[in-house]
């Protein structure tokens, strides 16, 4: 790799995949080594990186994988909120995204007779890149492609996939029920409820882990 831009990717793959834990340092020397690259290509890489929320510059440690604070995880459910409510009122049923919704609810439940919390984590990510979808806005997209980024980087901050993603399962059924069934505004309103679910749920974990 000669270009920042796909090493960022490359990268951001790897530390919401958890091939990197949050709060590791990453090594400068040996990860462009490893990769086979530039230093100041993978410095580059490491701004965008930054950017988006998933790498830290700490003073006299270097760069670190960021570990999201309860502060964090507040606003990036608030962010979630703002972004899928809105995308979820004002679409239309028959957008092709709702078939993306419809295949990932589809594959989590798929998923879920085998516990395989992973595939079942990245199954409902998808659904709410779906929803995200539907507002046909590229700009929307990035900026949550951004937020769910470090979302992931917080759950794997906690060890109970089960607790983290079991329950929203059946959740993700009753918003595209709600929405097929009952159109855009009571399926945001499901949406909404959910989140804030959610929300709780990480922050619990997290105060049972002493985080502040």
Same mark, same amino acid.
């Given at each position: 790799?000669t270009?920042? *831009?796909? $090493?960022a990717?490359?990268?951001r ?9 949050p709060? %590791?340092r990453?090594s400068?020397?040996?990860?462009a080594?490893?990769l ?5 290509t993978?410095r580059?890489?490491f701004r ?7 790498i830290e510059h700490?003073?006299?440690?270097g760069?670190s994988?960021? %570990?999201? %604070?309860?502060?964090d995880? #507040? ?7 703002v ?6 009122q004002?679409?239309?049923?028959e957008?092709?995204?709702v078939?993306?919704m419809?295949?990932a609810?589809?594959a989590a439940?798929?998923? $879920? *007779? ?7 984590? %990245?199954?409902t990510?998808?659904?709410?890149d ?13 900026t949550y492609?951004d937020v769910a980024?470090e979302?992931r980087l917080?759950?794997l901050?906690?060890?109970d ?5 079991e329950?929203f #399962?059946r959740?993700n059924?009753a #918003?595209?029920d709600?929405f097929?069934?009952r ?11 959910? $989140?804030?679910r ?10 049972r882990m002493g985080?502040s």
């Amino acid at each position: 790799m000669t270009n920042a *831009a796909p $090493l960022a990717d490359a990268l951001r793959q790897r530390i919401i995949d958890g091939e990197f834990a949050p709060g %590791s340092r990453l090594s400068e020397s040996a990860l462009a080594e490893r990769l086979d690259v530039s230093r100041n290509t993978l410095r580059e890489a490491f701004r965008v990186l930054a950017e988006q929320g998933l790498i830290e510059h700490v003073p006299h440690r270097g760069v670190s994988v960021a %570990s999201p %604070s309860m502060a964090d995880v #507040v606003d990036i459910y608030r962010a979630r909120r703002v972004i899928e409510c809105a995308a979820l009122q004002q679409a239309e049923p028959e957008h092709p995204a709702v078939e993306l919704m419809r295949a990932a609810v589809d594959a989590a439940e798929t998923h $879920l *007779a085998g516990t395989d919390w992973r595939l079942i984590g %990245s199954a409902t990510m998808a659904f709410h890149d779906a929803i995200v979808a539907l507002a046909d806005s590229p700009r929307l997209a990035r900026t949550y492609r951004d937020v769910a980024a470090e979302l992931r980087l917080a759950f794997l901050e906690i060890d109970d996939p089960r607790a983290l993603h079991e329950p929203f #399962v059946r959740k993700n059924r009753a #918003v595209l029920d709600a929405f097929l069934e009952r159109g855009p505004e009571a399926a945001a309103e499901e949406l909404e409820q959910y $989140l804030i679910r959610s929300e709780r749920t990480v922050l619990g974990a997290f105060a049972r882990m002493g985080k502040s």
